[in-house]
T-cell receptor, first 115, second 115 residues
Framework: AAGVIQSPRHLIKEKRETATLKCYPI?????VYWYQQGPGQDPQFLISFYEKMQSDKGSIPDRFSAQQFSDYHSELNMSSLELGDSALYFCASSLGLAGVGNEQFFGPGTRLTVL | AQTVTQSQPEMSVQEAETVTLSCTYD???????LFWYKQPPSRQMILVIRQEAYKQQNATENRFSVNFQKAAKSFSLKISDSQLGDAAMYFCAYRSAHSNYQLIWGAGTKLIIKP
């Protein structure tokens, strides 16, 4: 079965650079969530989209923006990168906001390292 | 705001034995969902088991079962016949049934399996 795809899997950037992370949800899934997991920490919710509209916003810095496109893939744009942005960024998808079975399916994550 | 607490940073168990991971949560909502996720060294986030708050019956998935105590706001995970492949970080997560569909995570418990 198709899973959530995230690209790139690994990304190394310098401070003050920009980064774009991509998420391709499971086919037919219309909802995407972004989470940030720092080293040794639990995931923190950043933002979510449902039917191409922002549905909820968490602890996403103003330097970050995101959107969901017509094909339901989503991109997280990160500017003026800081050392503290180094983390694993997860994307999850579901069918509808509540999700079938109320489950969010997670991608493998993008490991961002800021030097 | 909802919170999830995992008071055991690390647990260890002998292979083939049983271990219980604790999770408590705080919410004023009556309708919600609870999840246990497993994160092995690969850092892929894998759903282990889910529980709907309106269901009195405890969820079971093969060797994994939960003890859901709604009044006490407790949601523990029992792993029977522990296997080496169970070694991972285990996260307890909460999700509202009607709004703010993002997952709210506990800090995680590192499970070590002794051969």
């Amino acid at each position: 079965a198709a899973g959530v795809i995230q690209s790139p899997r690994h990304l190394i950037k310098e401070k003050r650079e920009t980064a774009t992370l991509k998420c391709y949800p499971i086919p037919r899934h219309d909802t995407v969530y972004w989470y940030q997991q720092g080293p040794g920490q639990d995931p923190q919710f950043l933002i979510s989209f449902y039917e191409k509209m922002q549905s909820d916003k968490g602890s996403i810095p103003d330097r970050f923006s995101a959107q969901q496109f017509s094909d339901y893939h989503s991109e997280l744009n990160m500017s003026s990168l800081e050392l503290g942005d180094s983390a694993l960024y997860f994307c999850a998808s579901s069918l509808g906001l509540a999700g079938v079975g109320n489950e969010q399916f997670f991608g493998p994550g993008t490991r961002l390292t800021v030097l | 705001a909802q919170t999830v607490t995992q008071s055991q940073p690390e647990m260890s168990v002998q292979e083939a034995e049983t271990v219980t991971l604790s999770c408590t949560y705080d919410t004023s909502e009556s309708d919600y969902y609870l999840f246990w996720y497993k994160q092995p060294p690969s850092r892929q986030m894998i759903l282990v088991i889910r529980q709907e708050a309106y269901k009195q019956q405890n969820a079971t998935e093969n060797r994994f079962s939960v003890n859901f105590q709604k009044a006490a706001k407790s949601f523990s995970l029992k792993i029977s016949d522990s296997q080496l492949g169970d070694a991972a970080m285990y996260f307890c997560a909460y999700r509202s049934a009607h709004s703010n569909y993002q997952l709210i995570w506990g800090a995680g418990t590192k499970l070590i399996i002794k051969p």
